[in-house]
């Protein structure tokens, strides 16, 4: 059974830091793109950063030069390094797993629960 597991969620103030973990089990996700989604309440599931299984990168508008994704393969796991953080970051964060469009979230095969970003201004 494959599962993805996020940790790393919280509060913290505007400007402030967190990192993301998801580590995945069941399979390797080594030759697979994997992602970062968020949700805020009342609103789609929106892209926030991808990576291929190369290590090239892709980041929505609004975060890009803020948050960084990466990957060890050996740990099977995805982060999210998430920088100056602002109130329009609070959502729960959830990573997902083997697509073949990167910001296209109907494409994505696998994806963990969630873990709740808070951002207190």
């Not at 949700?39 to 508008?61: C, D, H, L, M």
């Not at 740990?75 to 970051?89: A, F, G, I, R």
């Amino acid at each position: 059974q494959v599962q993805l597991v996020e940790s790393g969620g919280g509060l913290v103030q505007a400007g402030g830091s967190l990192r993301l973990s998801c580590a995945a089990s069941g399979r390797t996700f080594s030759s697979s793109a994997m992602a970062w989604f968020r949700q805020a309440p009342g609103k789609e599931r929106t892209f926030v950063a991808a990576i291929s299984w190369r290590g090239s990168t892709y980041y929505a508008n609004s975060v890009k030069g803020r948050f960084t994704i990466s990957r060890d393969n050996a740990k099977n796991s995805v982060y999210l390094q998430m920088n100056s953080l602002k109130s329009e970051d609070t959502a729960v964060y959830c990573c997902a797993a083997e697509t073949t469009s990167y910001y296209d979230r109907q494409e994505y095969t696998y994806w963990g629960q969630g873990t709740q970003v808070t951002v207190s201004s």
